[in-house]
């Protein structure tokens, strides 16, 4: 089956820094990627997603990479700020599996004010 | 527009014993998929239900079984609980009519622990 790994596992910024997230995947038929924000205590988020006919999209200070060929996709995080503090998780799923995803083992950002 | 909605969303039981946790999907939404999510494993798929009916299912035992309503909404079951089954356990709604690339919302999730 598929397999995302995720990196780093823990990411510390200073207030107003970029941060970067990255993921790759392992099965060339996975064709959707979004990303997930979790605070403590709650449900995962849906913050941005993209599709294996986009290199990339934009909404406002978040930005999403892929690179279909290397089998990667990155979270862009611009001017941080303390409340974008949380654990991300990146994830993929293929054609046909139903809302199957496999996701990442998740980053804990920290931003420092 | 209200989101995913699960109940309980704490609960303790007990070795042996068996759980049912309950999810409400966004309205109009019809597909429910529910995962578990450990700090060891993260998280997990275990079953999603689209019109009443399982499309695809996770690597979990038997003991993990679920359901879903005429009205979309879903219960998951699990028996003869074991300590490793303390997690949280998301559901996710989607629109979800296609097959794949579906945008899923998670529930604030029902936090299981086994003792």
């Known amino acids: 089956g598929e397999n995302v790994e995720q990196h780093p596992s823990t990411l510390s910024v200073q207030e107003g820094d970029s941060a970067v997230i990255k993921c790759t995947y392992s099965?060339?038929?996975?064709?959707?990627f979004p990303w997930y924000k979790q605070e403590l205590g709650k449900g995962p988020q849906l913050i941005i997603d993209?599709?294996?006919?986009?290199g990339e999209k934009k909404d406002q200070r978040i930005a999403v990479t892929l690179n279909k060929t290397a089998k990667h996709f990155s979270l862009h995080i611009t001017e941080t700020q303390p409340e974008d503090s949380a654990v991300y998780f990146c994830?993929?799923?293929?054609?046909?599996?139903?809302?199957?995803?496999?996701f990442g083992s998740g980053t804990k950002l920290n931003v420092k004010p | 527009k209200a989101g995913v909605t699960q109940t309980p969303r704490y609960l303790i039981k007990t070795r042996g014993q068996q759980v049912t946790l309950s999810c409400s999907p966004i309205?109009?939404?019809?597909?429910v998929s529910w995962y578990q999510q450990t700090p060891g494993q993260g998280l997990q798929f275990l079953f999603e239900?689209?019109?009443?009916?399982?499309?695809n299912k996770g690597n979990f035992p038997g003991r993990f079984s679920g359901r879903q309503f005429s009205n979309s909404r879903s219960e998951m079951n699990v028996s003869t609980l074991e300590l490793g089954d303390s997690a949280l356990y998301l559901c996710?709604?989607?629109?979800?009519?296609?097959?794949?690339?579906?945008?899923?919302?998670f529930g604030e999730g029902s936090w299981l622990t086994v003792v």
């Open positions: 996710a709604s989607s629109l979800g009519a296609s097959s794949s690339g579906n945008t899923i919302y």
């Open positions: 099965d060339s038929a996975s064709n959707y």
């Open positions: 993209i599709r294996s006919n986009v």
């Open positions: 994830a993929a799923s293929r054609g046909n599996n139903f809302n199957k995803f496999y």
């Open positions: 309205s109009g939404h019809r597909s």
């Open positions: 239900y689209f019109s009443e009916t399982q499309r």
